[in-house]
Each structure stands twice: as structure tokens, then as C-alpha cells.
């Protein structure tokens, strides 16, 4: 395994093509949108699937679970910003 080359496959240089990050703004479905009922429905389903499996879980899993999801999002913010960390590098807070 060459854990070099596996790093070096991670940090890939995003492409700046200058555009504004307001771009994105309002992140919201449109009142008029064809698909806003549709996209709600969902959104509420997956909320309440995501709330049945967290009561589902034993908390000791919920804290193991919530520590990996915590290190994977601050390894791709630190991806994202062009820094080679990664989780096993991070100590836990």
C-alpha cells in the first residue's frame, strides 16, 4: 500500500473559474417551483427516517458515530481548503 500516493489522490487542485459564490444564494426552492411540493415531501421523510434510526441506536454508538461523522467533516474542510490532514491525524476534542 503507498499511503503517499493515496494521499496525493485526495488533494486535488479544484479548478477556480471565478465565479461568485453568491451564485448559490437563496439555497431555497422557489415558492413557484413545479417540484417544491415533491422535494418537501422528501425532505420530511428523510427526517423522520433519520430520527426513528437515531432512537433506534445505542447511545455509546451515537457517541462513536457522532466523533467519526465530526473527523470526516473536518478532514474534507481541511481538504477543501488545501490542507493535507487527515483523521487519523486529528485529536479527538
Known amino acids: 500500500m503507498n499511503d503517499k500516493a493515496d494521499m496525493e489522490a485526495d ?5 477556480d473559474l471565478g465565479e ?3 451564485l448559490m444564494e ?3 426552492i422557489g415558492e413557484t417551483s413545479r ?3 415533491t422535494l418537501t415531501d ?3 421523510e428523510l427526517a423522520q427516517k433519520s430520527a426513528g434510526f437515531r432512537r433506534s441506536l445505542p447511545d455509546s454508538l451515537v457517541t462513536s458515530l457522532s466523533d467519526f ?3 470526516m467533516n473536518c478532514y474534507y474542510s ?3 481548503e488545501g490542507h493535507d490532514t487527515h483523521p487519523v491525524d486529528m485529536s479527538a476534542p
Do not use: Q
Open 78 to 80: 481541511n481538504l477543501i
Open 26 to 28: 437563496p439555497l431555497l
Open 35 to 37: 417540484d417544491r411540493g
Open 42 to 44: 422528501l425532505a420530511v
Open 11 to 15: 488533494i486535488l487542485v479544484a479548478k
Open 69 to 71: 461523522v465530526r473527523a
Open 20 to 22: 461568485s459564490t453568491t
